[in-house]
């Protein structure tokens, strides 16, 4: 099977944007299931969890409490094969409180992505933010 770059760039996109929508709503169960069994979330400053399982109970500490957005924008693959994929994107996080919504970090997602049969999902996802 043959798959292009816009085929690969098309998926990996899906995967970041379901991520985003997934964790500013607080459905950690989702974000978890867009890794692998044997993915890897690490975050600087914060953690690494090896496994959806333990990434459900890292990020379940991340349920939004009030309104918030990751927007995530200038996503590049950086490297692809029919069954790999990397890429890099950029990322502003944004919370809503009493005076309207404010930024309240920026930073890069580093990711690889792997495909087995018609889906594709996290491998690993690095996190980092900028000071």
């Known amino acids: 099977m043959s798959t292009s770059i816009e085929s690969v760039s098309a998926r990996v996109h899906d995967a970041v944007a379901a991520y985003a929508q997934a964790l500013d709503a607080g459905r950690i169960g989702d974000l978890a299931d867009l890794f692998w069994p044997d993915g890897v979330a690490e975050i600087a400053g914060i953690g690494t969890f090896e496994g959806q399982e333990a990434i459900r109970e890292g990020y379940a500490s991340f349920v939004p409490t009030q309104p918030q957005l990751h927007l995530v924008a200038n996503t590049v693959v950086t490297s692809w094969t029919e069954d790999e994929a990397t890429a890099v994107s950029n990322l ?14 920026v930073g890069r997602y580093d990711d690889t992505l792997r495909r087995q049969n018609d889906e594709w999902r996290f491998q690993r996802r690095v996190t980092t933010f900028q000071p």
Do not use: M, N, Y
């Open 92 to 105: 502003a996080f944004f919370q809503r409180g009493d005076s309207g919504w404010a930024v309240q970090l």
